[in-house]
């Protein structure tokens, strides 16, 4: 499994070189100011950087990495969500929860690999307790726009993305011991699939899919994108317990989900009248920015592989 991950590091490691060289080439060619496309193109690819760096760390610890990781990417999207959203001071202990119960128990349940537990940890108890706490403090301005954003933001930022390292918990036959490795065909073929969707949008898009929710997405963008992630997929089937051909459908499936996750969030931002969840990443926003697109692709990505391909 070394072997195969020390591939696909290398491999992204020469792609965000000719990357950055493309970048510093345009830009030293290009007349000053610099145009603002160049601009975030140039922090796109340094943030990067950053991200597969950390993600190569996590992938060097393991279980223990993988896990801690997406508990902080959970806990600091969290944060980015409840900030944007109205709250009184009777939200309190339901926000303390959020943070201090929810998190902990959701990546513990993630970690002991109690599925029973973890599908319906969220949905079920938290989603019941949550609006009750909040009703026995008797403040009922705005209270069901408070209680669906607080479902909500605990839903996409803690439920969704820890399906990326419940992966680890998944005993697909002929794969043990491999399962960091479908975690790293999740994120790089949705993730790439968002690069190449902001590549061929800015090339030949002409068509926007949404223009009141996200204009910047075009149904060339997405086509493109889509497809040409698809195509990455069946290349690195050779990671997964896929054939290149169930690779190229999973990865679409995903990565399809992973663009009806942007566009959701994208329309969460525009309600609340804001262009990025944060300014954690400079050129990506904040840590939703980054992994809005993961949180409808993962959980559809891990039932794929648990019903189809698991004991």
Known sequence: ??????????????????ASIVAAMLSARAPKPLSPTLINLTQRIN?????VALMTVAFFFGRYGMTILF??????S?????????????????LLGMFGIIIPVQYWLVWTAWYGLFVIFIPVYCFLLMPAITALHGDTERFLERIAAQQWAVMISVYCVSHVPALLTLDVPGFEGRNLLLIAFLVIVVQGSDVLQYIFGKLFGKHRFSPTVSP?????????????????GALLSFVTPFSPLQAACVAFVACSMGFLGGLVASAIKRDQGVKDWGHLIE??????????????????????VRYFWTL
Not at 289 to 301: M, V
């Open 47 to 51: 943030a990067w950087w950053v991200m």
């Open 216 to 232: 910047s997405k075009t149904w060339e963008g997405l086509i493109g994108g889509v497809m040409s992630a698809s195509l990455l």
């Open 1 to 18: 499994m070394r072997h195969d991950i020390s591939i696909l590091i290398i491999g992204l490691l020469v792609v965000l070189t000719t």
């Open 283 to 304: 050129g990506h926003g904040g840590m939703m920015d980054r992994t809005d697109s993961l949180i409808f692709a993962a959980p559809i990505f891990f039932h794929i």
């Open 71 to 76: 508990a902080l990417i959970s806990f600091a």
């Open 78 to 94: 969290l944060r980015e969500f409840v900030t944007l959203t109205h709250t009184s001071r009777s939200d309190h202990w339901v």
